[in-house]
C-alpha cells in the first residue's frame, strides 16, 4: 500500500508551499513513484513545482458539459454517459519526470464540487495503488476529510501561521479527523513562518493549549517572498535556505 502524506490548515497558512517543498525533498529521497495530488480548486501547486499543468478534474467536467451543450451526441456510440465520463477523468493524470499529478481544478456553475470532490475521490482510489508514495495539498478548512476523499492518511501535518486562531484552525481538523477516524499514523503541526525560525512564547502556549504533537517549525524565509514575487518556482530555492533546511529536519523527523 502507498504511504500517504496530507496537508491540511487554514488558508494562506502555508499549505501549498510546505506541500511543494516536501514534495522536492521525497524526489531527492529517491521516495518515488510519487503521486502528486493537488485538492484545491484555488491551489497552485505546480506552480511552486514549476510545472504546466491544463489537464484538470475540473476542466474535464466543464468540457463534458460544454460539448453536451454544443453537441448533443459527443458520446462514442459503444459507451455509456457514465463510461464516457469516466474514460475522459482517467486521462486526468499529468505526467512529469519525477512525479505524477492530479490536479482538481475549478469548475464553473454550482453543484459542480461535489461531483468534482467524488471524481477526485474515485480517482485517488483508482492510482493510488501504482504509487509507493502519495501527497495531497488540501483545500483550506476540512472538506475532504469530512467528505472521505482522502485515502488512508499515514501523516496528517497540519499547517498554521504563528497566530492563535491558525493554530486553533489546525486544532479543529485535528478533532475532525479523530472523530472521522482518518487514523492517521502520525498527526501534527507545523507552524509556519516563524521570524528566525523560533516560536514566540505566546504562539507556543497556544499550540500547548491544543495538545497536538509540534513536528516543526518553519522560519519566514525571504527567498520564498521573492521566488513568488518573481513567479520563480519555489521548489528552485537554494538547497542551503533555512526554508528547505526545515522541511529537510521535518520529513527526517516522519521517518518516511
Ligand atoms: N515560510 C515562508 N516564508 C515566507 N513566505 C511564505 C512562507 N510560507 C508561505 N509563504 C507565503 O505565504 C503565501 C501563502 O502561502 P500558500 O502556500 O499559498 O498558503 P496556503 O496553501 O495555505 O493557502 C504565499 O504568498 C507564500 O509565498
Ligand atoms: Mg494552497
Known amino acids: 500500500m502507498s504511504f500517504t502524506i496530507a496537508v491540511a490548515g487554514k488558508g494562506g497558512v502555508g499549505k501549498t508551499t510546505i506541500c511543494g517543498l ?45 460539448s453536451e451543450l454544443m453537441d448533443p451526441n459527443p458520446i462514442p456510440p459503444n459507451m455509456t454517459k457514465p463510461e464516457y465520463a469516466q474514460y475522459k477523468f482517467n486521462s486526468a493524470l499529468v505526467e512529469e519526470d519525477d512525479f ?3 490536479v482538481m481544478g475549478r469548475t464553473q456553475g454550482e453543484g459542480c ?18 504509487y509507493k508514495y502519495v501527497i495531497v495539498d488540501n483545500e483550506a478548512g476540512m472538506e475532504h476529510i469530512s467528505r472521505g476523499v482522502l485515502p488512508h492518511v499515514d501523516v496528517l501535518i497540519l499547517v498554521s501561521d504563528c497566530s492563535r486562531r491558525g493554530i486553533q484552525a489546525a486544532a479543529r ?34 499550540v500547548e493549549e491544543t ?16 521566488f513568488d514575487c518573481l ?6 530555492i537554494d538547497d542551503s535556505s533555512p526554508i528547505k533546511l526545515a522541511i529537510g529536519k521535518l520529513v527526517d523527523s516522519l521517518g518516511i
Open 211 to 226: 495538545g497536538l504533537k509540534l513536528l516543526g517549525v518553519m522560519p519566514q524565509d525571504n527567498a520564498v517572498y521573492d
Open 100 to 102: 505524477d499529478m492530479i
Open 231 to 236: 513567479g520563480k518556482p519555489i521548489i528552485d
Open 22 to 66: 516536501i514534495i522536492d525533498r521525497l524526489i531527492k529521497l529517491k521516495k518515488i513513484p510519487l503521486l502528486v495530488v493537488d485538492a484545491d480548486a484555488n491551489s497552485n501547486l505546480n506552480e511552486v513545482l514549476g510545472v504546466e499543468v491544463d489537464t484538470t478534474l475540473g476542466a474535464i467536467r466543464e468540457e463534458i458539459v460544454h
Open 173 to 206: 481538523i485535528a478533532n475532525l479527523a479523530t472523530e472521522l477516524k482518518v487514523n492517521p499514523k502520525q498527526m501534527g503541526l507545523v507552524v509556519n513562518r516563524a521570524p528566525n525560525g523560533v516560536l514566540d512564547e505566546g504562539t507556543r502556549e497556544a
Open 113 to 130: 464540487y461535489c461531483y468534482v470532490n467524488g471524481v477526485l475521490k474515485a480517482q485517488i482510489a483508482k492510482h493510488a495503488a501504482n
